[in-house]
């Protein structure tokens, strides 16, 4: 079955750790997208990316990294410079150049950092 | 910036009966998209329904529709025969371009549903 995988699904970290969550689709979609989900806030742009290699910035990006060396895999570092990390993360894949196309979303990943 | 406004933090209907989530937005576009995403507690974001801007008619699946007011900038969600697996909270999302003719979507806050039996 295609579809977009984050792991783990629960993610403990203590303050001034970095850490990594994976992102891996294989729907063959070109771009992929990070999110953020607050209580509240509705889901806030990371960090995007359209093609391998190549990644721009969103509305939230500082204290944030990633990379993009595979179609199917766009994983997210959490730095010990986000000052707020506590949250849900997501990710997404979609077409792109397309008339219409939608972002198909994985389960996500709640990181809770102390 | 183009913003999405769900000015319902939370909503409430009877199942079997009909509701409507609103949700305005700001743009200085003529032609975009619109989709509502409906994410229950499980937190899968899974996507209800989307409208063309250049599109006049409304967009339907089954029991889901929309009023799409383009010069209102209203794009609400209209849910019949409520059912209480459609107990979930409800984004509104608006597709915006950036510079190199990339995607980005907007969110609202959304609107929280409840369905009582």
């Known amino acids: 079955d295609g579809g977009i995988t984050q792991s783990p699904k629960y993610l403990f970290r203590k303050e001034g750790q970095n850490v990594t969550l994976s992102c891996e689709q294989n729907l063959n979609h070109d771009a992929m997208y990070w999110y953020r989900q607050d209580p509240g806030q509705g889901l806030r742009l990371i960090y995007y990316?359209?093609?391998?290699?190549?990644?721009q910035k969103g509305d939230i990006a500082e204290g944030y990294s990633v990379s993009r060396e595979k179609k199917e895999s766009f994983p997210l570092t959490v730095t010990s410079a986000q000052k707020n990390p506590t949250a849900f993360y997501l990710c997404?894949?979609?077409?792109?150049?397309?008339?219409?196309?939608?972002?198909?979303f994985g389960p996500g990943t709640r990181l809770t950092v102390t | 910036a183009q913003t999405v406004t769900q000015s319902q933090p939370e909503m409430s209907v009877q199942e079997a009966e009909t509701v409507t989530l609103s949700c305005t937005y700001d743009t200085s576009e003529s032609d975009y998209y619109l989709f509502w995403y409906k994410q229950p507690p499980s937190r899968q974001m899974i996507l209800v329904i989307r409208?063309?801007?250049?599109?006049?008619q409304n967009a339907t699946e089954n029991r889901f529709s929309v009023n799409f007011q383009k010069a209102a900038k209203s794009f609400s969600l209209k849910i019949s025969d409520s059912q209480l697996g459609d107990a979930a909270m409800y984004f509104c999302?608006?597709?915006?371009?950036?510079?190199?003719?990339?995607?980005?979507?907007?969110f609202g806050k959304g609107t929280k549903l409840t369905v009582n039996p």
């Open positions: 409208q063309e801007a250049y599109k006049q």
């Open positions: 999302a608006y597709r915006s371009e950036w510079e190199g003719g990339s995607e980005k979507l907007v």
């Open positions: 997404a894949s979609s077409n792109a150049g397309g008339a219409i196309y939608e972002q198909y």
């Open positions: 990316s359209q093609i391998v290699n190549d990644f």
